[in-house]
Structure formats: structure tokens, C-alpha cells
């Protein structure tokens, strides 16, 4: 009788032993399908529309990567200059876009000539200031180096310095691939006036997610 009793009782003991670390690997693969890639790509600038407004996007405008990856920004169209700017994980991209030039229902079309060439102050989710843009004159560019970890195209006094070098139809433009070595939320705008403040061209970067480490 103890015999009988025993058999099963082995036997299931094994089966969890042998079904243990199946499950444990089940979840290391799923965890790894979960977590974000090291490097991405986000063309600045829509790659087929590549003049006018309609050009003057980021695609993907929200982009995640694990801590320590990169993300290479490949510029289509012309007059593009990169900035990268930390901001709370809480910003939206409503939070900006109420804070830039109000567009009509019906065009899209930013509704205030003169809006790109006002003074603005950008500010995050948390009330943060961001960006402080300056009128224009002087400052042809949103140039504002504080707490600024990019940028393609500063002014030095009244002389801004040239925009990135974009796609045509037939020639490549600038490919420009930034490491991200700490985890937050990051706004990436065009220093261009008009794109950034009146047509919006802005996107997030985000680093690191759950599974990363804090070091």
C-alpha cells in the first residue's frame, strides 16, 4: 500500500521540477518581446512630402528606446535644425501644442503670421520652463541652450548658423544618430521658427522603460 502511494507522489514531483524552469524561461522571452529596442530610427521630416508644411513633421513623433540606445534622425526636406530638450515624463503633446501658434479646422494652417517671430516660453507637463524663444529679430532660431542636449544649428550674436542638410529626390540628406545614456522624456523640436512654433514639428523621445536598471 505505501509503495502505491509513493509512485505518484514522485512522479509529480518531478513534473514540477521539470515544468519550473520552462516557465521560467517562457517569461525571460517574454519579457525581452516587451522590452523597447536599443535603436530606432525617426525621419525629421515627412520622408514623402518633402516641402511645405505637410513636410515639416516628425514620423515616428513618438519614439522609445531602452537606456544607452540611439536614435538616428535621417532629415527629408529643407531648412530642419535639431534641437533635444529633457521635460517631465508627464508631457503631452497637447501640453506644447496649446503653447504654439493655434491652426484652422479646416487648413490646419497656423492662423497668426507673426506668431513664429513672437517671444514664447514652452513649458513641460510639470510647468517647467523648457524653451524660452526670444523674438526675432535677433534670434532667427529657437535657440535657447538651457538644459539643451542637442542642437544642429546655434546662433552666435545675430548670425545663425545653417540648417541641416535635407532630401531631395535624388540625393540623401543628413543622417545624425544621438546616444540617450540616462532615462526620461525628451522633446526634440526644429529650431526653425516657423516649423517648430507655427506648424508644430516636434516629437518625444522616450528612454528607458520598466526593466532598465536606474544606474
Known amino acids: 500500500m505505501k509503495s502505491r502511494r509513493t509512485i505518484p507522489i514522485v512522479t509529480a514531483a518531478l513534473a514540477l521540477a521539470l515544468a519550473l524552469p520552462l516557465a521560467a524561461g517562457t517569461d525571460d522571452k517574454d519579457k525581452d518581446k516587451n522590452k523597447a529596442p536599443l535603436d530606432v530610427l525617426v525621419n525629421f521630416g515627412d520622408p514623402v512630402t518633402l516641402a511645405g508644411a505637410a513636410n515639416q513633421v516628425l514620423v515616428p513623433d513618438e519614439a522609445t528606446i531602452r537606456k544607452g540606445g540611439t536614435v538616428t534622425f535621417v532629415v527629408n526636406g ?101 546616444r540617450f545614456a540616462k532615462k526620461g522624456r525628451f522633446l526634440a523640436v526644429c529650431m526653425n521658427r516657423n516649423h517648430y512654433l507655427a506648424n508644430w514639428m516636434f516629437g518625444f523621445v522616450n528612454v528607458g522603460n520598466d526593466d532598465d536598471d536606474d544606474n
Open 78 to 178: 529643407g531648412g530642419h535644425g535639431i534641437a533635444i530638450y529633457p521635460v517631465s515624463k508627464d508631457t503631452t503633446r497637447d501640453d506644447i501644442t496649446m503653447q504654439l501658434c493655434a491652426h484652422d479646422p479646416v487648413t490646419n494652417a497656423c492662423v497668426d503670421p507673426t506668431f513664429a517671430n513672437a517671444d514664447h516660453t514652452i513649458r513641460d507637463g510639470r510647468n517647467n520652463v523648457v524653451i524660452v524663444t526670444g523674438t526675432n529679430p535677433p534670434f532667427q532660431r529657437v535657440d535657447d541652450p538651457t538644459d539643451r542636449l542637442l542642437a544642429t544649428s546655434t546662433q552666435i550674436g545675430n548670425v545663425a548658423g545653417v540648417f541641416l542638410t535635407g532630401t531631395t529626390a535624388t540625393t540623401a540628406g543628413t543622417q545624425l544618430q544621438v
